[in-house]
T-cell receptor, first 110, second 116 residues
Framework: GIQVEQSPPDLILQEGANSTLRCNFS?????LQWFHQNPWGQLINLFY???GTKQNGRLSATTVATERYSLLYISSSQTTDSGVYFC????????????FGTGTRLQVTL | NAGVTQTPKFRVLKTGQSMTLLCAQD?????MYWYRQDPGMGLRLIHY???????AKGEVPDGYNVSRLKKQNFLLGLESAAPSQTSVYFC???????????????FGPGTRLLVL
């Protein structure tokens, strides 16, 4: 099956700093999603981004499908950005099953 | 629009007991999923369903059964709970044929299960 590797595993930022999270896939995927798990455990979908670039406020994501990786950019980080960021990938048409990475744990400090 | 809801939020079981976790979605989604999340790990797919009356095994199906008798509900059963099943269980849903929505997965709040 698909292997998903995320880096870095842990990240500590001061409020206002920028960061880039990376996700590598062992095989091609055409269903790629980024999620944020807040400190209370809730999983929120950030992006559905099988290719190209998307932006949503201070967050943006870029997927280079041919090279099997995706990047999540967080700009001007805030304490509310803390939590764990997961990427997940799969193949459309197969019930949209996703394989998750082990996540990047982000802590934003004042 | 409640999205995806899960019942119960927290449960403690003794080894060998059985229980059923309920997931409900009001987005008319075709696909539903059950995941488990263990400390320091990502989510792993237990079972999934592509429509009412259908179920299929995911990555870690042993010790679990599922049913999808109604489109909006997806039940996860543990027939004889084991300590190794202590975990946080998440339900998710995706894809609406009628609205042509993307395959974005929407998650419930999770059920924390402790098996003693």
């Amino acid at each position: 099956g698909i292997q998903v590797e995320q880096s870095p595993p842990d990240l500590i930022l001061q409020e206002g700093a920028n960061s880039t999270l990376r996700c590598n896939f062992s095989d091609s995927v055409n269903n790629l999603q980024w999620f944020h798990q807040n400190p209370w455990g809730q999983l929120i979908n950030l992006f559905y981004i099988p290719s190209g670039t998307k932006q949503n406020g201070r967050l943006s994501a870029t997927t280079v499908a041919t090279e099997r990786y995706s990047l999540l950019y967080i700009s001007s980080s805030q304490t509310t950005d803390s939590g764990v960021y997961f990427c997940a990938g799969g193949i459309t048409g197969t019930a949209s099953k996703l394989t998750f990475g082990t996540g990047t744990r982000l802590q934003v400090t004042l | 629009n409640a999205g995806v809801t899960q019942t119960p939020k927290f449960r403690v079981l003794k080894t060998g007991q059985s229980m059923t976790l309920l997931c409900a979605q009001d987005m008319n989604h075709e696909y539903m999923y059950w995941y488990r999340q263990d400390p320091g790990m990502g989510l792993r797919l237990i079972h999934y369903s592509v429509g009412e009356g259908t179920t299929a095994k995911g990555e870690v199906p042993d010790g679990y059964n599922v049913s999808r008798l109604k489109k909006q509900n997806f039940l996860l059963g543990l027939e004889s709970a084991a300590p190794s099943q202590t975990s946080v269980y998440f339900c998710a849903s995706s894809y609406s044929m009628s609205s042509g929505s993307s395959e974005t997965q929407y998650f419930g709040p999770g059920t924390r299960l402790l098996v003693l």
